[in-house]
Nanobody, 116 residues
């Protein structure tokens, strides 16, 4: 398993923005560059939902629920994948986690709460 560390969550009002980070501090740079990465979110009431994906060649896909509001990106030099979240809605409240596709490598998650 690869250690993944998420950060950037918090409490934000509807319409606000957050940037989440997923860092692989112990990964070798050249190996991290080859990872295809996912951001997921989960609430106690719902199944885990795939929010966004970015491949090693930076092919990107989004869930319909976040298209136009969220942007996934990566900085291989920092061994980090980002999730920029704009125009947040209460329905976006969840624990957000990153994952290396096809592996059991997950971070601990970061809580995002959207509330007035």
């Amino acid at each position: 398993q690869v250690l993944l560390v998420e950060s950037g969550g918090g409490l934000v009002q509807p319409g606000g923005s957050l940037r989440l980070s997923c860092r692989a501090p112990r990964a070798i740079f050249s190996v991290f560059s080859g990872y295809d990465m996912d951001w997921y979110r989960q609430t106690p009431e719902k199944q885990r939902e795939l929010v966004a994906s970015i491949t090693s060649s930076s092919k990107i896909t989004y869930a319909d629920s976040v298209k136009g509001r969220f942007t996934i990106s990566r900085d291989n030099s920092r061994k980090t994948v980002y999730l920029h979240m704009n125009n947040l809605e209460p329905e976006d409240t969840a624990v957000y986690s990153c994952n290396i596709q096809g592996t059991n490598s997950w971070g601990q998650g970061t809580q995002v709460t959207v509330s007035s």
